[in-house]
Nanobody
Framework: VQLQACGGGLVQAGASLRLSCVAS??????????VGWFRRAPGKEREFVSA????????YYAESVKGRFTISRDNAENTVYLQMNGLKPDDTAVYYC???????????????????WGQGTLVTVSS
C-alpha cells in the first residue's frame, strides 16, 4: 500500500484546510484498514491527531483537536480526509496519514500500531 497525502499549505489562524490521503494498491476494504492521522511539529515527536476504524463509524481525536478536526473516509475512493477548522499556530506541523491492516472495528492511536505511512504534508498556520 502506498499512501499519498496532500492538502497542506500556509494559512492564517482561524482558517480551514482539508487534508486528503489516497491509498494505492489494495483497496481499503480488502484488509479492513484502520486509518490514522499524526503530525510532527518542529522539534517535537510525532503525535497522534485522529483515527477511524475501517468503516469510518468509530472515530477518535486528540484533545488538542477535538471539536475542530473531523476525520472521514471514502472506502470506494480509497481516500481518508482530515477536515481542519479553526486552525491555530500550534497546529503547524507535517501531517502524516497511516494505515493499519486488519483493523477490524477498532481505531488505533499509537505510532507503532500502523503498518504503512504516507510521506506527509506540511501545514503552516500563521498568527
Amino acid at each position: 500500500v502506498q499512501l499519498q497525502a496532500c492538502g497542506g499549505g500556509l494559512v492564517q489562524a482561524g482558517a480551514s484546510l482539508r487534508l486528503s490521503c489516497v491509498a494505492s494498491g489494495r483497496p481499503f476494504s480488502t484488509y479492513a484498514y484502520a486509518v490514522g492521522w499524526f503530525r510532527r511539529a518542529p522539534g517535537k515527536e510525532r503525535e497522534f491527531v485522529s483515527a477511524t476504524n475501517w468503516s469510518g463509524y468509530s472515530t477518535y481525536y486528540a484533545e488538542s483537536v477535538k471539536g475542530r478536526f473531523t476525520i472521514s473516509r471514502d472506502n470506494a475512493e480509497n481516500t481518508v480526509y482530515l477536515q481542519m477548522n479553526g486552525l491555530k499556530p500550534d497546529d503547524t506541523a507535517v501531517y502524516y496519514c497511516a494505515v493499519r491492516r486488519y483493523g477490524g472495528t477498532n481505531y488505533y492511536t499509537g505510532v507503532t500500531d500502523y503498518d504503512y505511512w504516507g510521506q506527509g504534508t506540511l501545514v503552516t498556520v500563521s498568527s
